[in-house]
């Protein structure tokens, strides 16, 4: 036994080891004390999957802890000093688990191929940006107006929490399930989520949900989008779009299928090609007001769905009318009915409301100004 100068007393063993050690060369070295900072019983909680060709997080860390661990430029590589990396890997944060992505350790990621960000923990994304990428192109992967090209995604899957902070999210999804763009998808309900101060431009699905809730999508900008720029569906609930700048998308914010208690308030939606708000199909028990519409064919649409507010919104420059609540010739998801229109104000429209095979909704104390008809009553 061999008495160090410190009272510590250790076995030859332990000796032998730390001489080992000392012959791995200080890189390593390095890595294998990050491995062993996150090693319990089950384990390194970041490892890489070959087989599937993705890094697992199953612990609270950061990109940074991601990079230390994987050292592999095939599937993790650091493109200069400016703080971009290429992701050459689809990256999954498991349940129960927080992965974080800030400018402290990065500041652009690029996504190569089909890779996708997969969340069923919580995603804490704040001050970055987020882009597919194309190598040999060296640049984002733009898409079709069908969305024919594969590329890379964000996808949260019942995830728990989380946020999207000051970011930029650019250049992601296709026409696929789970990987339309930033896309709450999976096979239970993804909630608890924050979106502030970032934007959302060139995607398929800038913002995708199915049976979401307690989400909150404010003061962003959506931008350039080619399928939709916000789109609640499927049973989300519980929901608030306020002070977003959405312009030059098709539809500015559509929720559909069964989508209710939705708050679309304080909203300037510009120059988007259809419409800038939208309550489709049975969308029920939500309110749209104080938004402020400009150049688009219709205001505000309210079809197959009941027991809606609208009221306080500026319209202007719709090219067909500023509001229209309609039902199709053979309506399934619900009819537009018991609706509450009242006080906004129409200018420079074709139309101010327009009813189309719907009514029992009550329009009152609506303005308006250059307008060539309206069914106010």
């Not at 030859?12 to 012959?23: E, K, M, T």
């Not at 569906?233 to 312009?247: C, E, K, P, R």
């Not at 309550?279 to 104080?290: P, T, Y």
């Amino acid at each position: 036994m061999i008495i160090l100068k410190k009272n510590y007393t250790v076995t030859a063993a332990s000796i032998l080891l730390l001489l080992v050690i000392g012959l791995v060369p200080y890189q390593q070295q390095q890595q294998l004390d990050h491995f062993a900072a996150y090693a319990g019983e089950g384990g390194a909680c970041i490892n890489y999957d070959q087989s599937e060709n993705t890094i697992i997080i199953s612990c609270d860390s950061s990109f940074r802890d991601a990079v230390n661990t994987v050292n592999d430029r095939a599937i993790l590589e650091q493109l200069g000093d400016g703080g971009e990396y290429l992701l050459k890997a689809s990256l999954q944060v498991d349940d129960d688990t927080t992965f974080s992505i800030s400018p402290n350790d990065i500041t652009w990621l690029k996504i190569t191929d089909t890779n996708g960000i997969i969340v069923y923990g919580r995603i804490q994304i704040d001050g970055v940006k987020i882009t597919s990428w194309d190598i040999e192109a060296n640049s984002p992967v733009p898409q079709t107006n069908t969305g024919s090209i594969p590329r890379a995604f964000i996808n949260l899957r019942e995830s728990e929490g989380g946020f999207v902070h000051d970011s930029e999210i650019a250049y992601l999804g296709y026409q696929e399930f789970g990987r339309r763009g930033f896309d709450l998808f999976g096979d239970g309900p993804s909630h608890d989520l924050e979106i502030r101060g970032s934007k959302f431009h060139d995607m398929w699905f800038a913002f995708y949900s199915r049976g979401a809730y307690n989400i909150t999508v404010d003061g962003n900008e959506y931008y350039n989008n080619i399928k939709y720029a916000l789109d609640p569906h499927s049973g989300t609930h519980d929901m608030n779009i306020t002070n977003n700048y959405l312009h030059h998308n098709p539809i500015g914010a559509i929720c559909s299928d069964k989508c209710s208690n939705i708050l679309i308030e304080g909203n300037r939606a510009e120059h988007n090609t259809k419409a800038g708000i939208f309550f489709s199909r049975n969308m029920h028990d939500s309110i749209a007001r104080n938004n402020y519409i400009y150049n688009t064919t219709t205001g505000i649409i309210v079809s197959e769905s009941p027991n809606n507010e609208i009221y306080s919104n500026t319209i202007e420059g719709a090219t067909s009318a500023g509001i229209r609540l309609s039902n199709p010739p053979n309506p399934d998801d619900g009819f537009t009915e018991d609706n509450h229109v009242y006080n906004n104000t129409i200018s420079n429209s074709e139309d101010g409301i327009r009813e189309i095979r719907s009514d029992d909704n009550i329009l009152e104390d609506n303005k308006f100004f250059n307008i060539e008809s309206d069914d106010d009553d």
